[in-house]
């Protein structure tokens, strides 16, 4: 058995009534949606063509939803069937970030996560799945795909069928007949529209359907007599410049249109950026506290190393807070630890995290024990040169981890990119001497210590300015991460990116760390370390921006 999907976009003729009868037959709340129906509109008046598209679940027979689950809540059916129990979710939303077809969402009123799921429990007592049967044109089939004799086989036989994102390699098993490109393809009408044909795109959380603003009211094009553009009068919310345009000119001028589709929360917010700049503190001091004594570039200093032991391990506490925080059922995160799937980078990130934090959190409080002569001194003589040994491996494991997590969320392109492991070490290292320059100020440590800091904070600090350019300058593999990297360099991200992450985090300590007074350092780490965060914030919300629908 192989179940999927055929939409005969041919005969569709977009009334709505499959998104209804799921809603209906699944109990699905009010703000999200399992099926939907988008409306395209394009060409130019009056050469105008309005084309359909059932967007839901791809049932893909390679799904990295189920991949990237920690808990296997996404596991996939013997019969190909992609399934979900809310009941083991822990409401990572990992899965949402990996789906490129933006089919899956949080159900408000259990906080798990929730889909299509192929009317499974009419499937299994030998019914059609709820859209199928009330489709009044039968646009929609469904069936097993690996019987020549169904209905579903028959019709992909002799129709050419179109699927939706096959670059993504998920193979999805929802096919389309007369599939239009401007329909398939979610980024043909561009971004940002801040209306559709019969209402205004105001998101669950307030914005625009991605980032969370409200829309804006842009003015007409037009100007008056004295040279001042003027605002069109309209409904609240309704820009000025909208579908039609009135003045000198043909009318709705766009070449393509959406006109109907659902909106979708942005799944993770800023908890996820901290966590890679608390994540970067931690383990970046480790690797050079760790490595600085390993390859003997200075003699161990009880200051530098007691401080710079205690500020990593609370910054992997927080680091686990924020990780806890952000999941919609807290409570539940031991089952990563308890029932994991090991196929998922959150859950090999979990692991890292914990043997990370066990060998630093025993190595200090044994360094610690020792000073209060609670243990013999050479007891910790003794176990320091494995703890490094061991200790920076797993410090560039937790600091790597999240790339490969990242490579996992295939729905969100910019994130796929062969640099990013390198340049997660090279930001553990800039964060790390950037606290330890600021820790410096605070608690005064060994100067050999910071003699040996300070170039390794300029070497990283410039490192990390060239890997941002290789990532986000360089022309991209797809349309989806040309289009994020150009909302943070171009885009709504770009005042953040250029002067908080490139002026305030690059440039401000490049000048700065060459002072003498005991301020400039600190103020170069500092600057280093919270600027870091600007720029993880437009790393990770701006594919978030791109549409995948």
Known sequence: MNYGFVINNDTCIGCHACSTACKSE???????QRTWVKSVESGVYPNVRRSFQVTRCNHCA??????????TAMYQRHDGI???????????KACMQACPYDAIYVDPDTNSIAKCHYCAHRVEVGLEP??????????IMAGDLDDPDTEISRAVAANKVTVRRPEQGTAPKLFY????????HPTAAGRGQATFAWSDVIAPHGGDGHAGEPPKRPTSGRKSTSGTPIRTPGAQGLPAAGPIMIGDGRMAEQMVQVTWNAQHRVAWHWPVPAYLVTKAIATGIIMILGLGWILR???FAEAAFLAGGLLSIVATIATTALL????????????????????????????LLVAFSTVTGMWWVIEVAARLNLVPMIVAASVRAPAFWIGVPLAVGAAVYTAFLFGQAEGRDLWQNGLLPFHLVVQAVMAGAGALLLLHWAWPIESFVVAVVRPVFITAVALDLLLLAGELLMPH?????????????????????WFAAIGLGHVIPLLLIWGTDPWSPALAGLAAVWNLYHYEYCFVMAPQEVPNS
Request: proline letters at 9%.
């Open 130 to 139: 709820a859209c199928v049967v009330v489709c009044p044109e039968h646009a």
């Open 62 to 71: 390679n799904p990295p939803c189920v991949r990237i689950c920690p808990v």
């Open 324 to 351: 806890v925080y952000d999941l919609e059922h807290p409570l539940r995160f031991l089952r990563i630890l308890l029932r994991p799937q090991m196929k998922s980078w959150l859950v090999r990130g979990a692991f």
């Open 177 to 184: 007949i007369g599939g239009a490109d401007v329909a398939l």
């Open 477 to 497: 593999a797809s349309d989806s991460a040309a289009r994020a990297a150009h909302e943070i360099t171009h885009g709504r991200f770009r005042r953040r990116f």
């Open 297 to 299: 570039g200075f003699p």
């Open 82 to 92: 992609v399934e979900f129990d809310p009941d083991v979710c822990i409401g990572c």
């Open 26 to 32: 699944n109990s699905v709340p009010l703000g999200v």
